[in-house]
């Protein structure tokens, strides 16, 4: 599997509200882990939004393709740089719908336009359709840290500072998304 470079994660994963410059753009990526109930390897990979496909399409094109053992359960676990749009939940929802096998959890970096109604309506759907979507803490933070980041490289930044203030960060979003759960 390719892994995401230290900067890469350090750009993309950013939970703060305002960026400092120099700007850059950022982007929508995907990280997953699927975990065979038997305790078999988990399978991990990435994916970043392409011209004409968000990253959650290509990512459950990808989980398609894998011929997955329907009589086998199996825990996914996404790490998103941005919480699905809502054209994107109501395609997960059909899915995992589609594939009871499947008990998927969503973790966000941060909150996409989670200001606007079809957005906070699309996080409400994927919560009332067994789709938990929670944002990232210091927990899933560290675990995306470290399952999908290459550290062979040496590091321009203090990776336990950088993980710290992306817990920090991420109290208020989680506080923005409880109230967009509970209206």
Known sequence: MALLTAETFRLQFNNRRRLRRPYYPRKALLCYQLTPQNGSTPTRGYFENKKKCHAEICFINEIKSMGLDETQCYQV?????????????????????????????????????????????????????????????????????????????????DPCKMLEELDKNSRAIKRRLERIKQS
């Open 77 to 157: 676990t996404c790490y998103l740089t941005w919480s699905p749009c809502s054209s994107c939940a109501w395609k997960l929802v059909d899915f995992i719908q589609a594939h009871d096998h499947l008990n998927l959890r969503i973790f966000a970096s941060r909150l996409y336009y989670h200001w606007c109604k079809p957005q906070q309506e699309g996080l409400r759907l994927l919560c009332g359709s067994q789709v938990p979507v929670e944002v990232m803490g210091l927990p899933e933070f560290n675990d995306c840290w470290e399952n999908f980041v290459d550290h062979e490289k040496p590091l321009s930044f």
